[in-house]
């Protein structure tokens, strides 16, 4: 049991790593480099974003995209937004 628990927070922390760099890429990227990382993506070896730059990828992310409501979410989820 716990070497199934361990397997998934590890993949949850893989799968945090991986939005937050791409978040992050996204955010500061210009056109072409976005499309270089994300053509990258598929035919290339993922770098992750180092962990000391994950927190301020988040910050800048936050900042940039504001905060919504829970509300607000479901409502863009259903597409009422």
């Given at each position: 049991m716990q070497r199934a628990l361990r397997g998934a927070q590890k993949r949850r922390l893989r799968a945090l790593s991986d939005a937050t760099t791409a978040a992050w890429i996204g955010a500061h990227a210009n056109h072409d480099d976005l499309r270089d990382f994300l053509g990258g993506l598929e035919t290339g070896p993922k770098?992750?974003?180092?962990?000391?730059?994950?927190?301020?990828?988040?910050e800048s992310m936050k900042q940039k995209l504001g905060t919504i409501s829970m509300e607000e979410y479901r409502a863009r989820l259903r597409g009422h937004a």
């Open positions: 770098v992750p974003l180092p962990p000391e730059a994950q927190g301020r990828a988040l």
